[in-house]
C-alpha cells in the first residue's frame, strides 16, 4: 500500500527566502512521486514529476525536488519565495501502472509574506 | 488547447435532487477519476475509468453514480443518497501507467 505524509499544513516564508515543503511517502513498489499547486478554488497544476530518471526534478516557476530513497522522501524547495507562490501545495504518490493508486498527501499551505 | 473542462464551475442543489457534473477531455487519454475536495482536506477518489464502458468504485463512491459512454466525457451524478454533498469536485485524466493526472478546474456544490 501507498501513502504520503506532508510534514507541515502551513508554511511561512518571506518573499526573497527560500521554500522547503517537506514530503515522506511510503510505496511497496518503486513509486512515481509527483508536486501539484492549488491556488484557491482552481483545480491542480503539475509542478514536477519523479518516474525513476534523475533524482533531483527541475518544475515549472523555479521549483525542484530531490527524491532521496534512502529517506523515502520527496520534499520540494525553490531558492527564493514570491508571493504569487501562495496557494496549497500536495505530494502525490503513484506505484501502480493504471494510476487508480495516485495517493495525495493532506497538503501544505504556503504563505508568502512581503 | 487540449485540456479537460468541467462545468458549470458553480452548481446548487435543494435537499433530494440529483446532479450532474460534467467532464470532457480532448487529451486522448484512456483513464479519468473524480475527486472530492473538502475545505483543509486533500483528495479523496470517488470513481475511476480505465476504458470506455468501465468503471471502479473509489474510496467514497456511496451515493455517486458515473458514467463512461465515450473516452472524451466522464460525468458524476450526486444522488440524493449522499447525505453530505457540499464540496468542490475535481475530474482529471491520464495517460495508462504511472504518468502524471491533469485536472480540470473544479465544480464547487453547495447543497441549499
Known amino acids: 500500500a501507498q501513502s504520503v505524509t506532508q510534514l507541515d499544513s502551513h508554511v511561512s516564508v518571506s518573499e526573497g527566502t527560500p521554500v522547503l515543503l517537506r514530503c515522506n511517502y511510503s510505496?511497496?513498489?518503486?513509486?512515481?512521486l509527483f508536486w501539484y499547486v492549488q491556488h484557491p478554488n482552481k483545480g491542480l497544476q503539475l509542478l514536477l514529476k519523479?518516474?525513476?530518471?534523475?533524482?533531483l526534478v527541475k518544475g515549472i516557476n523555479g521549483f525542484e525536488a530531490e527524491f532521496k530513497k534512502s529517506e523515502t522522501s520527496f520534499h520540494l524547495t525553490k531558492p527564493s519565495a514570491h508571493m504569487s507562490d501562495a496557494a496549497e501545495y500536495f505530494c502525490?504518490?503513484?506505484?501502480?501502472?493504471?494510476?487508480?493508486?495516485?495517493?495525495f498527501g493532506p497538503g501544505t499551505r504556503l504563505s508568502a509574506l512581503p | 488547447d487540449g485540456g479537460i473542462t468541467q462545468s458549470p464551475k458553480y452548481l446548487f442543489r435543494k435537499e433530494g435532487q440529483n446532479v450532474t457534473l460534467s467532464c470532457e477531455q480532448n487529451?486522448?487519454?484512456?483513464?479519468m477519476y473524480w475527486y472530492r475536495q473538502d475545505p483543509g482536506q486533500g483528495l479523496r477518489l470517488i470513481y475511476y475509468?480505465?476504458?470506455?464502458?468501465?468503471?471502479q468504485k473509489g474510496d467514497i463512491a456511496e451515493g455517486y453514480s458515473v458514467s463512461r459512454e465515450k473516452k472524451e466525457s466522464f460525468p458524476l451524478t450526486v444522488t440524493s443518497a449522499q447525505k453530505n454533498p457540499t464540496a468542490f469536485y475535481l475530474c482529471?485524466?491520464?495517460?495508462?501507467?504511472?504518468?502524471?493526472?491533469?485536472f480540470g478546474q473544479g465544480t464547487r456544490l453547495t447543497v441549499v
Open positions: 475509468s480505465q476504458i470506455v464502458n468501465d468503471f
Open positions: 487529451l486522448n487519454h484512456d483513464a
Open positions: 482529471a485524466s491520464s495517460y495508462q501507467g504511472r504518468t502524471e493526472a491533469f
Open positions: 510505496s511497496s513498489y518503486s513509486p512515481s
Open positions: 502525490v504518490v503513484s506505484a501502480d501502472n493504471y494510476g487508480q493508486n495516485f495517493v
Open positions: 519523479y518516474t525513476s530518471a534523475a533524482t
